[in-house]
T-cell receptor, first 111, second 115 residues
Framework: DAKTTQPPSMDCAEGRAANLPCNHSTISGNEYVYWYRQIHSQGPQYIIHGLKNNETNEMASLIITEDRKSSTLILPHATLRDTAVYYCIVGSNFGNEKLTFGTGTRLTIIP | GAVVSQHPSRVICKSGTSVKIECRSLDFQATTMFWYRQFPKQSLMLMATSNEGSKATYEQGVEKDKFLINHASLTLSTLTVTSAHPEDSSFYIC???????????FGPGTRLTVT
């Protein structure tokens, strides 16, 4: 799997948009960008994934740059329950290919 | 999203005993399941990949004779920590993939404490 780089921590005010960056400059053509989050002492939760187009679902939006070397996860209206560690992972994830977790970004939503 | 359960959620055992952790996909069939371990303030580390009906593939440095994995059906994988020691105390998390879909769904984790 390609390596990703994320800031170790970020703060965001409650109700504001949280923008979490991720660099993946060595991503290859068939690799997707996945975002998961882990709330303290729980298993990771799938958020969103994309290949090259921007994606949006009920949880978040994913913006991928045209060269695919970086992406941004956007939580449009952050709540206190969004406080978690957010992991950006790249991989083809086809069949039984594994996901390799980096250190992630610890996002703290401030009241 | 799809639901994955783990049992037990917490377990305390004495050093030298064995502990079995179950991982179930509740509403889908999982041809592949993964087992991770997470120490405090660290990221998830993949231990092994389990495919239904075949032997698990272990990551480098993970002892296959100590961490026994069985994936006997499309909805159940088990991890047995044999002869557990205090250094095996950790948060064990499984995940499951429904066929060739792109998402992996994670269980809630099992916190193992070896005394």
């Amino acid at each position: 799997d390609a390596k990703t780089t994320q800031p170790p921590s970020m703060d965001c005010a409650e109700g504001r948009a949280a923008n979490l960056p991720c660099n993946h400059s060595t991503i290859s053509g068939n690799e997707y960008v996945y975002w998961y989050r882990q709330i303290h002492s729980q298993g990771p939760q799938y958020i969103i994934h994309g290949l090259k187009n921007n994606e949006t679902n009920e949880m978040a939006s994913l913006i991928i740059t045209e060269d695919r070397k970086s992406s941004t996860l956007i939580l449009p209206h952050a709540t206190l329950r969004d406080t978690a560690v957010y992991y950006c992972i790249v991989g083809s994830n086809f069949g039984n290919e594994k996901l390799t977790f980096g250190t992630g970004t610890r996002l703290t939503i401030i009241p | 999203g799809a639901v994955v359960s783990q049992h037990p959620s917490r377990v305390i055992c004495k050093s030298g005993t064995s502990v079995k952790i179950e991982c179930r996909s509740l509403d889908f069939q999982a041809t592949t399941m993964f087992w991770y371990r997470q120490f405090p303030k660290q990221s998830l580390m993949l231990m092994a990949t389990s495919n239904e009906g075949s032997k698990a593939t272990y990551e480098q440095g993970v002892e296959k004779d100590k961490f026994l994995i069985n994936h006997a059906s499309l909805t159940l994988s088990t991890l047995t920590v044999t002869s557990a020691h205090p250094e095996d105390s950790s948060f064990y998390i499984c995940s499951a993939k429904p066929g060739n879909f792109y998402e992996q769904y994670f269980g809630p984790g099992t916190r193992l404490t070896v005394t």
